[in-house]
């Protein structure tokens, strides 16, 4: 009579199992996918930092006034950083083609934290690049023809 007891219960427990997992790997290829996005958004605006730090650099080049040029070297400063966050975060993050290992061995749980800390990450990078964009096209507009 125990035998036939332990088998169900050990039987429920394997349909269980099953019946979340689908849910929880839907679940983290939303999450997954959604950090992918909002890289995948920004990251080409490193093409458009690069393009205005060269600019700064010329205009720099040619200001005698002192105060100009710190103002240029702040905004190079905070293009490069912005610039730099992007490409630091891409070194750090666990792509799950590239790193499959620490997708399928990490607990649903634990994966799911990560990707929302990536996420905020990320949301942190595109901010910070976003508003050094903005920042050169004042600056553009207001001192270079």
Do not use: G
Not at 25 to 45: F, G, R, T
Not at 50 to 73: G, I, N, P, W
Not at 85 to 109: G, I, P, R
Request: aromatic share 10%.
């Amino acid at each position: 009579m125990r035998f036939p007891l332990v088998l169900i219960f050990f039987t429920i427990f394997l349909l269980s199992c099953q019946s979340t997992a689908p849910a929880d790997s839907k679940k983290l290829d939303l999450l997954y996918d959604s950090v992918v996005a909002q890289h995948d958004e920004v990251m080409p605006k490193t093409a458009a930092i690069d393009k205005a730090v060269q600019e700064l650099r010329v205009f720099y080049s040619a200001q005698k006034d002192s105060l100009m040029q710190k103002e240029t070297l702040v905004l190079i400063q905070d293009l490069k950083m912005a610039h730099e966050a992007m490409f630091s975060w891409m070194d750090q993050f666990k792509n799950k083609h590239l790193e499959a290992d620490f997708y399928q061995n990490t607990a649903v749980d634990s994966l799911q934290l990560y990707l929302r800390e990536e996420e905020k990450k990320i949301q942190k990078v595109a901010q910070l690049m976003n508003q050094s964009l903005q920042a050169y096209s004042q600056f553009k507009s207001k001192h270079i023809q």
